[in-house]
Nanobody, 125 residues
Framework: VQLQASGGGMVQSGGSLRLSCAASGRTFSTYVMGWFRQAPGKEREFVAGISGGGGTTSYADSVTGRFTISRDNAKATVYLQMNSLKPEDTAVYYC???????????????????WGQGTLVTVSS
């Protein structure tokens, strides 16, 4: 599968952005999808994940209540709605896919086989 992320940009603290990740390849609903991020000088970290059917989601503690992951299997696209953005959310955001419709723990990076190119989100204070 090939992943193309978009929607990054610069926003002020408290603002919102919506990231999109379009997938091509086999049936999109057979993939678990996730968003990860990497800030300068830091490790890549899990942000949010969603099962193939969309019925199960998981979030990092730092974004719970502010970010929402969703997917449209007909459009082969996963979204990350980011509200109440903070400067510490500044990072390159990557979408990722796992070649299965369900995993034991959506937060585990080991399950994700495919990665998009990343989109930069900058939040100014």
């Amino acid at each position: 599968v090939q992943l193309q992320a978009s929607g990054g940009g610069m926003v002020q603290s408290g603002g919102s952005l919506r990231l999109s990740c379009a997938a091509s390849g086999r049936t999109f609903s057979t993939y678990v999808m996730g968003w990860f991020r990497q800030a300068p000088g830091k490790e890549r970290e899990f942000v949010a994940g969603i099962s193939g059917g969309g019925g199960t989601t998981s979030y990092a503690d730092s974004v719970t209540g502010r970010f929402t992951i969703s997917r449209d299997n007909a459009k082969a696209t996963v979204y990350l709605q980011m509200n109440s953005l903070k400067p510490e959310d500044t990072a390159v955001y990557y979408c990722a896919a796992a070649a299965t419709s369900w995993v034991l723990d959506l937060r585990e990076r080991q399950y994700y086989n495919y990665w998009g190119q990343g989109t930069l989100v900058t939040v100014s204070s």
